[in-house]
Structures are given as structure tokens and as C-alpha cells.
């Protein structure tokens, strides 16, 4: 079964760290860019960084540039995302979530995230 | 960076009717790269339609997704008592961020 299985979560000091992971299982990962999206509390999904297949290119959401690292460990089929000096509007469920690839003949390759995993809870609270 | 607008923000319907879902696009984009969720509460999302009018693998067929340029849509025909739930529309394009509208809530009326 194809699964994604996040980890890492907990309630952490404002200005504080945490590093999320991300365990795939039932596909290659190192094979897929993989992504990162959290959802506030109430609030809407909002995508936060991805990492192409072998970790040599990475993209965030401006809110997290500088704070925030993704990365990879293909051997052991797992995604990373490093949070430091965290603030209050960082709480939320982070997803991980596989970007799978589709190909048109004009446009070229293009992709969306066909595999989710449940979410790891942060709270960032004094 | 690509704004996407959903509407309506809540959308009431019964069972067995159909639901028709918005999602603008700040520019024209190519229908290649916009994709459709749905979440239910405390779960994840879940990929719907891919390429504004694929059916994901379990995708049912009162699912369908179309549009182009700046205007896309989601059809619900026939709705059924698990299809109330939170949809999203995403643009995953050449260039991040891969920005998500905000969503529309579809309620049982």
C-alpha cells in the first residue's frame, strides 16, 4: 500500500525548532518530487516547500524562506522538513504529499499530489 | 504568483442534487496544472481531479472538472451523503509558490 506517514509534531516555545519527517512506504520515493503543505487551525491548505527527486532543488512559500529547510534521505525512502525560529502563525497540521508527474505534448511535464499523509500536528505556543 | 478565488466561500445543497464549484484563476493558466481536493474533517485531503478534468484512480463519475483560461469549475451530479466536505482547487505551475484557493464548503441543506 502507498503511504506517507508523518512524524515529529508537538507544541513547541515561540522562537523555538522542530524537525518534521516524513516516512514513504509502498513506492520509491526517490524517484518523485515530494512536498509539504500545512493548514492553520479553521484555516485553508497553503503549500509550503517541495524537493525535486534527488534533493537538488528546493522551493518554499516566501512566509518560511530562511526559517525552514526541506530535505531528503532517499536512502531511507523519507522527507524532512527542518522549522526553526518558529512563530505563533506557524501552528498547523503539516501534510507531507507525493507530487506525482504527468506528461503533455505540448506543455511538458506537469504535476499535482496524488498521496497524502495524515498530517502532523505544531503548535507554537508560550 | 498565481491568487486563486473559490466560490461561493459555503454552498448548501441536498442530497441527489447538483453542485457546481468555482475556482478563479488572478491569470490565465494552463488547464494542465490545475488540480481539484476534497478534505473531510480531521482527514487529509484527497486528490479528486488532476489537469482541470481527469478523474484521480477512485475518482467516482459524478465527479467532473472543466474549464480554461482563468475560469474552472467542479460539478457534482448527483450528490451523495459523503460528497459534503471542504473542496479545494490548487495550481501546481512551472514556477512556485503552488498556491491553493480557500476553499469551498459544501453543506447539506
Known amino acids: 500500500e502507498v503511504q506517507l506517514v508523518e512524524s515529529g509534531g508537538g507544541l513547541v516555545q515561540p522562537g523555538g525548532s522542530l524537525r518534521l519527517s516524513c516516512a514513504a512506504s509502498?513506492?520509491?520515493?526517490?524517484?518523485?518530487?515530494m512536498s509539504w503543505v500545512r493548514q492553520a487551525p479553521g484555516k485553508g491548505l497553503e503549500w509550503v516547500a517541495n524537493i525535486k527527486e534527488d534533493g537538488s532543488e528546493k522551493y518554499y512559500v516566501d512566509s518560511v524562506k530562511g526559517r525552514f529547510t526541506i530535505s531528503r534521505d532517499n536512502a531511507k525512502n523519507s522527507l524532512y522538513l527542518q522549522m526553526n525560529s518558529l512563530t505563533v502563525e506557524d501552528t498547523a497540521v503539516y501534510y507531507c504529499a507525493r507530487d506525482q508527474v504527468g506528461w503533455h505534448l505540448r506543455l511538458g511535464y506537469y504535476y499535482y499530489m496524488d498521496v497524502w499523509g495524515k498530517g502532523a500536528t505544531v503548535t507554537v505556543s508560550s | 504568483e498565481i491568487v486563486l478565488t473559490q466560490s461561493p466561500g459555503t454552498l448548501s445543497s441536498s442530497p441527489g442534487e447538483r453542485a457546481t464549484l468555482s475556482c478563479r484563476a488572478s491569470q490565465t493558466v494552463s488547464d494542465i496544472y490545475l488540480a481539484w481536493y476534497q478534505q473531510k474533517p480531521g482527514q487529509a485531503p484527497r486528490l479528486l481531479i488532476y489537469?482541470?478534468?481527469i478523474r484521480a484512480t477512485g475518482t467516482p463519475y459524478r465527479f467532473s472538472g472543466s474549464g480554461s483560461g482563468t475560469d474552472f469549475t467542479l460539478t457534482i451530479s448527483g450528490l451523495e451523503p459523503e460528497d459534503f466536505a471542504v473542496y479545494y482547487c490548487?495550481?501546481?505551475?512551472?514556477?512556485?509558490?503552488?498556491?491553493f484557493g480557500q476553499g469551498t464548503k459544501l453543506e447539506i441543506k
Open positions: 490548487q495550481h501546481y505551475g512551472t514556477s512556485p509558490p503552488h498556491t
Open positions: 509502498g513506492f520509491t520515493s526517490s524517484t518523485y518530487w
Open positions: 489537469g482541470a478534468s
